[in-house]
C-alpha cells in the first residue's frame, strides 16, 4: 500500500498495521441546505416506507447553526423533509424514532483514501469505513484492474460508496510500486490521461515529489501537460505535493486540488497570493501524525483486545514528529483564514483515521464547525457529488447519530450511536462482531 508521507497516523501508525491483522480475520453544491418553512420535499405516499428521525440536534454541514430540537423525514432512501420541528410537515402513518438528546449530521466523504482492488477486501474495507462514520471514500490513484470501477455503481451492504482515480500517474519509481503509470514525456503524459478517461475516472491524480530525493519528480512540463490533457477531456486533476516550490508550480500549472499540504516549510506570501487567484482550487490537507500520544480505548468495537493493547503500548510522544506536524498545521491555519476552500481525506486505508484527522484539523486551528463542514460539504463538492454532503431535502440519507455535541468537542464524533447509509441503518453490531472476532 502507498505510504503518501512518513510519520502519518492516517497510512502508516501501528494503526495501519492492526488493520492488516484484523482484514486476516476476516462538485455542485445543491442550493438550500435546509428545508425552512414554506418549502417542502418530495411528496410523501409513493409506496416507500417513511421515518420520521424526531429531536435530535441537526448539524446540517453547510455551517449555519445547528438546528435545536430538528425533525427529519426519510422517504426512499432520501431526505423528504429537515428542518425545526414547527416548520416539518410529518406523514401520518410513518415510523417515528425518538434522537432527543442525540446530535445528527452529514456522514462523512473522505476524498483521499487506497482501497484495495480485490472485491472482496475492498467491500471489508467499505464496510469498515462506514461502521465509522463514511458514507463515500475515494481510492485515489492505486487501484488496478476492473473491480473498482465495477464497484462505484454497487451499494455495497452495510458499507460506504466509492469513487476511483483508477491508476494515477507519476515519474518513474523503480521499486517503490509500479501500480501508477509512469510517464517520461509530454507524449506519454497525454495518452496517460486519455486512458484514464476511457475509463471514466473520478480524478486525475498525480504525485510530484522525490520521495526524500531518492527519485526524479515530475517536472513541471509533464505535469503541465498531463493537467492541460485533463481539462481537455472534461477531467480534474488532483496533487500529492511535499514542496512549497512544487505547490507554486501546480497552481500556476491550473491544478484542481492538492491531496497534500505543503510540507517542508511554512508557505509564504507568494502561495497565498497564487491560491487567492485561483479560488476554485481545494486543499485537502492530510495532516501527518501529531507525535502525541493519545488514548485509543475508542476503537475497542472494531479492534481485537490484543491488538488495540499493542497499539495503545505503541503510543507515546515523538519531538520529531510534532515538529513536522507542526508545520503543516501551520500550513493549514494560515490557509484557511486566507479563504481557501479545505475538504477532508486521510491517505491510507485506516477506517478510523477520520476521526484522528478531524482532530488534527481542529489542532490547527479550525473550528470543529469548519471541520465539519470540510469533510461533509466541501468534500462532496469536490467530488462533484450533488446528493451526498448535507442533511437537506432530495439528498441521500447518509448521517450519523452521535452521543454528543461535536461543536462542543471534534472528538464526540468518534461516540457513534447510529450510522445511516441511504436512509438505512448500518449494523454495526454485526460489523464489528465480526472484525473483532473475523467470522465471515
Known sequence: MHRAKSASHKSESPVVVAISAIRSLGGVLMVGAVLMAGCTGPEAGSGAAVTVFEGARLIVGDGSAPIEDAVFVVEGGVFTHAGRRADVQIPEGATHVDLSGKTVMPALVNTHVHLASTRDERADQLQHMAYYGAGLVVSLGLDEGDVPFEMRDEAVPDGARSRTAGRGI??????????????????????????????????????VDTRGGRFESLSPDLYGAVIDEAHTQGLRAIAHVFTLEDAKGLLRAGIDAF????????????????WRERPNVVLVPNLPNPGVAGDLSWLSGTVPPDQLQQMQDAQRDRPAAQ???GIQARNLARLNQAGVTVAFGTDGS???AVHQEMEDMVRSGMTPAEVIVAATRNSAELMQMTDIGTVAVGKSADFIVLDANPLDDITNTRRIDAVYLRGMAVDRDALGARFIGGTP
Open 350 to 352: 485506516s477506517p478510523w
Open 170 to 207: 507519476t515519474a518513474p519509481e523503480v521499486g517503490r510500486t509500479e501500480v501508477p503509470i509512469w510517464i517520461t514525456s509530454e507524449a506519454e503524459a497525454r495518452t496517460a490521461v486519455q486512458e484514464l478517461a476511457d475509463r471514466e475516472v473520478d480524478l486525475v491524480k498525480i504525485w
Open 259 to 274: 491531496a497534500h499540504g505543503v510540507r517542508d516549510q511554512d508557505v509564504d506570501d507568494e502561495l497565498v497570493a497564487l
Open 323 to 325: 515538529e513536522s506536524f
